[in-house]
């Protein structure tokens, strides 16, 4: 699992779903900060028409943090919205993906926050297919 | 000129609280919870963020109650809190051709690949009260259907093929930021963009409804609308990955308008864009016309003096926050002018009735 994938995944998650696994599993890790968790946004752009030139879209909050673990790893917490917390966590789970608890971490944390996400997705296109206009059966009632 | 006043203090603390006061509402009555707010006016939230250019649905639901409900006073407190952000950095363009639509229409194509999906609209309803809501009213469930396909193509992309429709210029403009650089007329389209989708959503719905009135008519179809999920990346400047750093709701609407071709050129569509944050699908439609009406210039149009027309008179007077700021100053104090005005018309006055 590339650390794309990872961060990808710990910055979009569901806050309260990080943070109940998280602490589920205890796990103690002494740092330094070496940038405090921060407020603040990233201009968003979009594109006119879908393929012409970019524009600015508008703003969306992101709060983010680094921290050196006493291992010697750095990790880097970037997440959507103005939590704190999540900022940390998602700091220190990157610090400890690059370590020997990669796996148990993967297993136990960036898994389940993926087949939720999924489950969401999958929720939202299985509705949005029930409201599918269906053309072709109302000519198949007529002949 | 203003010249401003001094005292009121006691008077302006007790005001504010009885509008906190006022705001609480009858305390038998239990008090309103953001994540209510969040969760049961999402549409509200939706254009507190659109307007207020600032996606935090938790910041939007707080505006609201702050707000009383009162939504420009909400954008106001978002555009005041945004200024207070320091920026990290830019994304790319969202990819709204990967998004996870929940409603996606054509008006001008019945059948197209990825299907009509109604979604969560109001269209096709009633717009009866339904009383079953006064009480607690039984909620049907959301039906589901397997999704044989997920990707959803542009619909405009299959006239884009023939040709039939103008292709949208892309020069790798790298477009100005309006909440950094003040505009400037004449304005790029990008520009105008961010502009618009930042707008006042009555205005543009104003605007949009006059040009299918006549004013700069140029009769626009929705060749595509579509709401859901993108993924905003942005790359981390310590490690130089690009990652998805957040998840939004869009609403897209591309507009296909009257064409127009020449003894060089044969007839082609026009196209107009709107995009906006949230399920905001009557300002998607009106930014889509109103980007329309404004491009006469590019499309070799006539200048016909219509409102939606005037690039200066639309942007000038889009933003609901500058307008509000502007009228509401009213409210204050203007003793001084006003005395001095007094004494002006007290003079004139006397000077004509020293001359009758």
């Avoid at chain 1, 590339?2 to 103690?28: P, Q, V, Y």
């Avoid at chain 1, 030139?53 to 508008?58: I, R, S, Y």
């Avoid at chain 2, 009633?126 to 542009?154: M, T, Y």
């Avoid at chain 2, 009213?330 to 005395?339: A, G």
Wanted: net charge positive.
């Amino acid at each position: 699992m590339e650390r794309k994938f990872w961060l990808s995944t710990l910055a979009t998650c569901n806050d309260a779903h990080l943070t109940s696994l998280w602490e589920k599993f205890g796990i103690e890790v002494n740092f330094t900060w070496l940038r405090k968790p921060e407020i603040g946004s990233i201009m968003c752009q979009g594109k006119i028409g879908v393929t012409g030139n970019n524009f600015n879209f508008g703003e969306v909050t992101i709060t983010r943090c680094q921290l050196k673990t006493s291992q010697g790893k750095i990790g880097h917490g970037y997440v959507q919205g103005r939590n704190k917390y999540k900022a940390e966590i998602v700091a220190i789970c990157d610090a400890l993906l690059q370590t020997n608890k990669r796996d148990f971490l993967i297993k136990n944390i960036i898994r389940p926050l993926v087949v939720s996400d999924k489950n969401l997705k999958k929720d939202v296109m299985s509705k949005s297919e029930s409201t599918a206009v269906d053309f072709f059966t109302l000519v198949r009632g007529e002949t | 000129m203003y010249v401003a006043v001094k005292g009121g203090e006691k008077a302006i603390e007790n005001a504010h609280n009885w509008l906190s006061e006022i705001r609480r509402g009858d305390v038998n009555v239990p008090n309103l919870e953001i994540d209510q707010i969040k969760e049961q006016l999402t549409l509200s939230v939706e254009r507190v963020m659109s307007e207020g250019s600032l996606y935090d649905t938790d910041l939007a639901a707080l505006a609201i109650k702050q707000s009383r409900g009162d939504l420009i006073e909400a954008i106001f407190l978002i555009r005041a809190y945004r200024t207070t952000l320091p920026r990290f950095g830019t994304s790319p363009p969202i990819k709204t051709e990967d998004m996870v639509c929940m409603r996606r229409i054509s008006a001008t194509y019945k059948d197209i690949p990825g299907k009509q999906k109604l979604g969560p609209t109001f269209d096709y309803t009633h717009r009866l009260l339904d009383f079953s809501l006064l009480a607690e009213g039984n909620i049907p469930k959301a039906e589901k259907r397997k999704v044989l396909k997920e990707k959803i193509p542009h619909v405009l992309r299959f006239l884009n093929k023939e040709g039939l429709i103008q292709k949208e210029k892309n020069n790798n403009y790298q477009p100005k930021d309006i909440t950094r650089n003040p505009l400037e007329f004449p304005a790029n389209r990008s520009e105008r963009l961010q502009s618009l989708s930042r707008a006042d959503e009555g205005f543009l719905l104003a605007l949009a409804y006059s040009t299918q009135r006549g004013y700069a008519r140029n009769h626009a179809f929705v060749g595509e609308l579509r709401i859901g999920y993108v993924k905003v990346k942005y790359n981390i400047p310590e490690l130089d990955i690009e990652i998805d750093i957040a998840e939004i709701i869009v609403t897209e609407c591309e507009s296909v308008n009257q064409f127009q071709g020449s003894k060089k050129t044969p007839a082609q569509f026009t196209r107009g864009y709107g995009l906006t944050f949230g399920q905001l699908e009557r300002k998607a439609v009106s930014m889509a016309l109103v980007d329309r009406a404004l491009r006469w210039k590019e499309i070799g149009e006539e200048f016909v003096g219509a409102p939606a027309q005037d690039e200066e008179f639309v942007l000038s007077h889009c933003d609901n926050i500058q307008a509000t700021g502007f009228l509401e100053h009213l409210k204050l104090p203007h003793y001084v002018d006003f005395q001095s005005e007094l004494e002006l018309v007290r003079r004139i006055r006397k000077e004509y009735e020293k001359n009758k």
